[in-house]
T-cell receptor, first 113, second 113 residues
């Protein structure tokens, strides 16, 4: 089966600019997650979707981050405006459900300068 | 709320030696537990998972982990390290249902020839 696709792989932007990341999950996976992984740390959940509805966005900095999952398939994560501390790898994952584990994409490495 | 503690941010072993990566968890309900591996510039790959069946779980690449409820531990082992095992390893916990994975900070494994 095809894996979780993410693009772009790398992005360098200046602070205060905006950026968007795209994710295409595994076909049939209803649950989609965006995680932020800062260098030297474990992934931290930003937002969880079930189909096209938000399940958990309690750790999403909503003043600058937004995400959507149109039609319950692809998802986009946006940062506007970016700060230096947003430099991280943004990982998208999808899952069939409880206990089945997640399949992760290769991530997007964002550098804010 | 669930949490994970990985003891040792960096573990170094000789090729052919035993690999032991430690993980302790906190959960208010019987947990689902996972180990993921991350190679440089890649996403996370599932090594193995515990979902309340057998307490000794075998995964890919010769890794296994044992769930010990009394010790709230889920340590990862491999009898003989190979150079290709050098990577970052993450332990993660979920309380099932729609609760997302919570990751530890990771342990970087180095294998010395």
């Amino acid at each position: 089966e095809a894996g979780v696709a993410q693009s772009p792989r790398y992005k360098i932007i200046e602070k205060r600019q905006s950026v968007a990341f795209w994710c295409n999950p595994i076909s049939g996976h209803a649950t989609l997650y965006w995680y932020q992984q800062i260098l030297g740390q474990g992934p931290k959940l930003l937002i969880q979707f079930q189909n096209n509805g938000v399940v958990d966005d309690s750790q999403l900095p909503k003043d600058r981050f937004s995400a959507e999952r149109l039609k319950g398939v692809d998802s986009t994560l946006k940062i506007q405006p970016a700060k230096l501390e947003d430099s991280a790898v943004y990982l998208c994952a999808s899952s069939l459900g409880s206990g089945s584990g997640y399949t992760f994409g290769s991530g997007t490495r964002l550098t804010v300068v | 709320a669930q949490s994970v503690t990985q003891l040792g941010s960096h573990v170094s072993v000789s090729e052919g030696a035993l690999v032991l990566l430690r993980c302790n968890y906190s959960s208010s309900v019987p947990p689902y537990l996972f180990w993921y591996v991350q190679y440089p510039n890649q996403g996370l790959q599932l090594l193995l998972k515990y979902t309340s069946a057998a307490t000794l779980v075998k995964g890919i690449n010769g890794f296994e982990a044992e769930f010990k409820k009394s010790e709230t531990s889920f340590h990862l082992t491999k009898p003989s390290a190979h150079m290709s095992d050098a990577a970052e390893y993450f332990c993660a916990v979920s309380e099932g249902g729609n609760t997302p994975l919570v990751f530890g900070k990771g342990t970087r494994l180095s294998v010395i020839a």
